[in-house]
């Protein structure tokens, strides 16, 4: 039997088993751009979500059923304040488990959304129980679950999503997932683009069938062993079509101003390398402000900027050189036909402006030095065998919620190297990292900052260090191609 490695050698990033939609898509950047909503506090800090199957119109003209959080996809978006506590309850109106877990956010390990934390809907015993998945130190409920976190950590664009053991890649998929800013005054005071100069971009791809549904392969872990059916889902699935906010190729309109673009990657797979083009073929500079875990010490100008999935990059564009009525693409080096664009801005009117990049954007990032680390440990992230079929696995195990794979004191400063055999987004939760080397070499322009989800790629290593404070209990860290991450490439951090 062939390796899931051997199967992905032949082939580039993002050009496994992509998806073909079966209805009519819509031309480029002719929908308009949709923002989140924001979800209205329902008390101090408090805030009501209602998990459930809902209908909308993605494509124009098609009815898509979705899973989604209150109603929309994605998610409506929490708006926080560093150091105010948010408390967020969840209901499960699905008709399947769920859990909710804060991408990004620095929140003990009862609200982290611990895969087998599970929300029950109606009617569901915990499907754990029982068998050899059984997690005994599970916190089940049933229906509801309040989740709070802290807000105790640097603004910056976090993410909300299901991480439900084995099923988070099909439940992403299907539409839950949602944006959380975390927002300070530091931030607010440096004069950058704001109001609706400041655009969340949320970059999704999905594939949608003949009736309008959403597409994906066959999930029922016994046709694991089935290579038809096993191959999509193994090197994690692509779409055909690009969604920005939930709607395909959109375009907006902009003043001829600077932009504060805020991307993420929520795809299960799909990897970009994104680029600002005009009309005429120039290159707008992307300007690099943040990452996954907020500011950069100063900015960092990228020509293209290659986004994995869960990976956030927080730039400014400046669309006033484009003359009134230009068109500025969003595009993707990676894509092939139709995944090569993105989204596009329409340069509408000119307009004044008065935000600025200024040279030094934070001054808080941690600074830890290799001489600070108690313990280096090393990685892999390879395919290999899981329950007799392919899977994928951390240092040569798959997943097993009652394993402890890693004990970390709290406090402890550590290096962790990774080294990966096709590409794997390694996440870690609740410590935010610096990469220190990337292959033997100095880190990567894009690495700059403090980061929570690191792109390796095909047979890269790369050094990461972290200190593991703020709570004791049960992490996790894990491979953010949500595929890789369901069939096994998963493993448990205690910090003791
Ligand atoms: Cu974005 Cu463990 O998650
Ligand atoms: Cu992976």
């Given amino acids: 039997a062939q390796t899931g490695a051997a199967i992905l050698a032949r082939r580039p990033a993002n050009t496994g088993a992509e998806l073909r939609s079966a209805v009519p898509l819509p031309a480029a950047f002719t929908v308009p751009l949709p923002l989140p909503a924001v979800l209205k506090p329902v008390g101090a800090d408090r805030y009501e979500i209602t998990q459930r199957e809902t209908v909308l119109e993605i494509l124009p003209g098609i009815k898509t059923p ?4 209150d109603g929309t996809f994605p998610g409506p978006t929490i708006e926080a304040r560093r150091g105010r506590p948010v408390t967020v309850t969840h209901h499960n109106r699905l008709p399947v488990p769920t859990v909710v877990h804060l991408h990004g956010g620095r929140t003990p390990p009862e609200s982290d959304g611990y895969p087998t934390d599970l929300v029950l809907p109606d009617g569901w015993h915990d499907p754990g129980h029982g068998t050899h998945m059984h997690d005994p130190r599970a916190v089940v409920t049933r ?3 309040d989740y709070t976190f802290p807000m105790d950590q640097r603004a910056t664009m976090l993410w ?3 991480h439900r053991m084995d ?7 299907r539409g839950l997932a949602g944006l959380h800013i975390i927002r300070d005054d530091a931030e607010e005071s440096l004069g950058l683009p704001a109001g609706s100069r400041e655009l969340p971009l949320v970059i999704m791809d999905r594939a949608f069938d003949g009736d309008g549904g959403l597409a994906y392969p066959a999930l029922d872990p016994s046709l694991r062993a089935h290579p038809g059916v096993h191959e999509p889902y193994l090197a994690g699935v692509l779409g055909d079509v690009i969604l920005v906010n939930g709607a395909p190729w959109p375009v907006h309109e902009v003043d ?3 932009y504060r673009l805020r991307l993420l990657n929520a795809s299960n797979a799909r990897h970009y390398d994104l680029e600002a083009v005009t009309e005429d073929g120039r290159r707008l500079d992307l300007v690099q402000i943040g990452a996954d875990q907020g500011l950069l010490a ?4 990228h020509q293209t900027l290659p986004i994995a999935p869960a990976e956030r990059y927080d730039v400014v564009a400046d669309f006033s050189g484009v003359p009134v009525g230009g068109l500025v693409k969003i595009l993707n080096r990676l894509g092939s036909g139709r995944t090569s664009e993105v989204m596009a801005f329409r340069v509408a009117r000119r307009g004044a402006d008065d935000s600025r990049i200024p040279s030094v954007l934070s001054a808080d990032l941690p600074a830890w030095n290799r001489s600070d680390a108690v313990r280096v440990r090393d990685f892999s992230f390879r395919a290999g065998q899981m329950n007799g079929g392919h899977g994928w696995l951390i240092g040569g195990l798959p997943f097993h919620p009652a394993r402890t794979d890693v004990t970390v004191g709290l406090g402890d400063v550590e290096v962790w190297r990774l080294i990966a055999d096709v590409h794997h987004p390694v996440h870690l939760h609740l410590a935010g990292f610096r990469v220190l080397s ?4 100095p880190p990567l322009p894009r690495d700059a900052g403090l980061k929570d989800t690191i792109s ?7 050094e990461i260090i972290t200190r593991f404070d703020g709570y004791r209990g049960r992490y996790l860290f894990h491979c953010h191609n949500a595929e890789h991450e369901d069939m096994g490439m998963m493993a448990n951090l205690e910090i003791g």
């Fill in 66 to 69: 979705l899973w989604t959080y």
């Fill in 143 to 145: 229906l509801t679950r």
């Fill in 160 to 162: 909300y999503h299901d």
């Fill in 167 to 173: 099923f988070t890649a099909p439940a992403i998929w």
């Fill in 256 to 258: 001829a101003a600077r």
């Fill in 298 to 301: 100063a900015p960092v100008t």
């Fill in 438 to 441: 990337r292959g033997g070499k």
């Fill in 456 to 462: 390796l790629r095909p047979g890269e290593s790369a």
